[in-house]
């Protein structure tokens, strides 16, 4: 199982908006509607932002969205603020006895 | 409080067995999946495999089958990973996570560090 592709890096000023990209294949991200994105600060642990493709969690801001189209899901964060920056990790789960796919993690910074 | 409660941080050196342990608390540890996460330093989250404590259910990644082994003691809500023999590139922080309904990791452990050098 390949790991879903996300870029490497990604920037924005603060106020403005920023998507990050997920792609995976027609056997995880395009099968099902389970994926999930997660923030990790340095040295913390990550932490759930979006999980079935669009929900957030209680206490997650409302400038935090996700979205699917075919086999490319997508985080999309509005208002960029300082605290926004950190890495951010995709996965999906993949139907099969290995569960679930990872993406390699997207370092948002913010200018 | 519902939490996962990690192991402290060990040092080994190659050739060494070492298990490492993650207690759930404040919730139905036998009734959510837990999963494994290993991050090297400076890289990416890498999917290790999960295991369901109510029946020790294991599911692993094909990048970790036979190099780790993830079991679980439902007694005392506490789930594990093993290695009998430690190599410098397992190096790495780990992370264990609960498995939501649905398929997301909606509480994590704050990681366990594990350095192996000789």
């Known amino acids: 199982q390949s790991a879903l592709t996300q870029p490497a890096s990604v920037s924005g000023s603060p106020g403005q908006s920023i998507t990050i990209s997920c792609t995976g294949t027609?056997?995880?991200?395009?099968?099902?509607?389970?994926v999930s994105w997660y923030q990790q600060h340095p040295g913390k642990a990550p932490q759930l932002m979006i999980y079935d493709v669009s929900n957030r969690p209680s206490g997650v801001s409302n400038r935090l969205s996700g979205s699917k189209s075919g086999n490319t899901a997508s985080l999309t964060i509005s208002g960029l603020q300082a605290e926004d920056e950190a890495d951010y990790y995709c996965v999906s789960y993949t139907g099969s006895s290995t569960s679930c796919v990872f993406g390699g993690g997207t370092k948002l910074t913010v200018l | 409080e519902v939490q996962l409660v990690q192991s402290g941080a060990e040092v080994k050196k190659p050739g060494e067995s070492l298990k490492i342990s993650c207690k759930g608390s404040g919730y139905s540890f036998t009734s959510y999946w837990i999963g494994w996460v290993r991050q090297m330093p400076g890289k990416g989250l890498d999917w290790m495999g999960i295991?369901?404590?109510?029946?020790?259910?294991?599911r692993y990644s094909p990048s970790f089958q036979g190099q780790v082994t993830i079991s679980a003691d439902k007694s005392i809500s506490t789930a594990y990973l093993q290695w009998s023999s430690l190599k410098a590139s397992d190096t790495a922080m780990y992370y264990c996570?609960?498995?939501?309904?649905?398929?997301?990791?909606?509480?994590w452990g704050r990681g366990t560090l594990v350095t192996v050098s000789s």
């Open positions: 996570a609960r498995r939501a309904v649905g398929w997301y990791f909606d509480l």
């Open positions: 027609s056997s995880d991200i395009g099968a099902y509607n389970y």
């Open positions: 295991i369901y404590p109510g029946d020790s259910d294991t």
